[in-house]
């Protein structure tokens, strides 16, 4: 692969469009990771920023003894990743000091303040506006699976009534679950 080597000489020589192309040739990793693992509160922007920082450091530490560029990279990053989770579960760890009894919090006066009629309305649009650009975007097949994940039809009754097997719901049921993660976090 010359061209990957190219581009990894470039990035090392401080090349942000190289950066770009190399991150670009391993989105699908990326992606991969980003399936794998959860981190709270982190977006797109900052697996892409994670990515780059862990992408422009390999092709600065990358030479051939260590392997494939590619097996390198995407060790490093998973590493990346398995310590921003330890770090979070560490400051989780913390919260437990600050943390108030069950007893005290019963027995103290509610301290919330319910939400007027206008936040209420402003939120229940929300949620209207999300769930409809969700299920308008589902295939009939897809809202089939929904209603079994919710409970409003057996899967005898659907695979019955809309004459499918289990291996189309299953499928299904994995493409409703990755548009619905694109509404929710994207």
Not at 7 to 29: C, F, H, S, T, W
Request: glycine share 2%; aromatic share 10%; charged share 35%.
């Amino acid at each position: 692969m010359p061209r990957e080597d190219m581009l990894i000489k470039k990035v090392a020589e401080k090349d942000g469009d190289a950066l770009e192309q190399l991150i670009e040739n391993y989105r699908p990793m990326i992606g991969s990771l980003k399936k794998t693992y959860y981190l709270r509160d982190f977006d797109s922007q900052d697996w892409d920023q994670e990515a780059r920082i862990v992408c422009y450091e390999s092709a600065c530490e990358y030479t051939q003894d260590k392997g494939k560029f590619s097996v390198y990279f995407r060790s490093r990053l998973k590493n990346r990743i398995v310590t921003l989770i330890r770090y979070y579960m560490a400051n989780r760890r913390q919260d437990y000091l600050y943390s108030t009894s069950l007893d005290v919090i019963q027995n103290k006066e509610r301290s919330y303040k319910p939400l007027n009629d206008v936040e209420h309305l402003i939120i229940e649009d929300s949620i209207r506006e999300v769930s409809t650009d969700f299920l308008e975007n589902l295939s009939e097949m897809e809202l089939v699976s929904l209603l079994i994940m919710i409970g409003s039809v057996s899967e005898e009754e659907a695979f019955e009534r809309w004459k499918i097997n289990p291996s189309m719901h299953r499928r299904a049921k994995n493409r409703m679950t990755e548009k619905l993660k694109r509404v929710l976090f994207e």
